[in-house]
């Protein structure tokens, strides 16, 4: 069954702590890894999409990378204002919608 | 300009009654899609639509439907609601891919259904 599966669900960092976010995803051929950003009461915010392993994108803070099997969001020195919970997806088989992780809340305190 | 918009954001509601929500995009996509995310904040897909097919999730109940009255408008229409319905429902679009995959999806704020 396609699956993709984040980690940690819980991330707590100090301001300028970095630290990475992890996805790994069981769909097999796999046609982009998508990464979103989601605050309380909101919908999902598109923040970069990945098609080809060791493709990079980098937005301010947050640097998406994505080898054969997974990828990460590195948040280097965050701040208060990235706390959120980011959520990783893929293409289902069919590539006809979307398949979400549970996602990661990250928790930046000062 | 709001890309994909939602109405209402919050619905309150009794069972067994029926509601819509309704969903605009400006995007100019051609496919559209209703997730319903749970208590635990699981998205998971309900539908997705282009001008040529509908594809519904399986595990979604037949008192939901999908309408579409053109390329920027899919609404979703829920029949005899149920106290497990309750949860927050997002619409999305994206562009068609034709290599496979699917493009980039924009997401609505949400509409939060709580029925009573």
């Known amino acids: 069954e396609d699956q993709v599966t984040q980690s940690p669900e819980a991330l707590r960092l100090q301001e300028g702590e970095s630290s990475s976010l992890n996805c790994s995803y069981t769909v097999s051929g796999l046609r982009g890894l998508f990464w979103y950003r989601q605050d309380p009461g909101k919908g999902p915010e598109f923040l970069f999409t990945?098609?080809?392993a060791g493709e990079e994108k980098e937005k301010e803070r947050l640097k998406a990378t994505l080898t054969k099997k997974e990828s990460f969001l590195h948040i280097t020195a965050p701040k208060p204002e990235d706390s959120a919970t980011y959520l990783c997806a893929g293409p289902n088989q069919a590539g006809t919608a979307l398949i979400f992780g549970k996602g990661t809340t990250l928790s930046v305190s000062s | 300009d709001t890309a994909v918009s939602q109405t209402p954001k919050y619905l309150v509601t009794q069972m067994g009654n029926d509601k819509s929500i309704k969903c605009e995009q400006n995007?100019?996509?051609?496919?559209m899609y209703w997730y319903k995310q749970d208590s635990k904040k699981f998205l998971k897909i309900m539908f997705s639509?282009?001008?040529?097919?509908?594809?519904i999730n399986e595990t979604v109940p037949n008192r939901f439907s999908p309408k579409s009255p053109d390329k920027a408008h899919l609404n979703l229409h829920i029949n005899s609601l149920e106290l497990g319905d309750s949860a927050v429902y997002f619409c999305a679009s994206s562009q068609y891919r034709a290599s496979g995959g699917t493009d980039t999806q924009y997401f609505g704020p949400g509409t939060r259904l709580t029925v009573l």
């Open positions: 995007l100019g996509h051609d496919t």
């Open positions: 639509y282009n001008n040529k097919e509908l594809i």
């Open positions: 990945l098609y080809s």
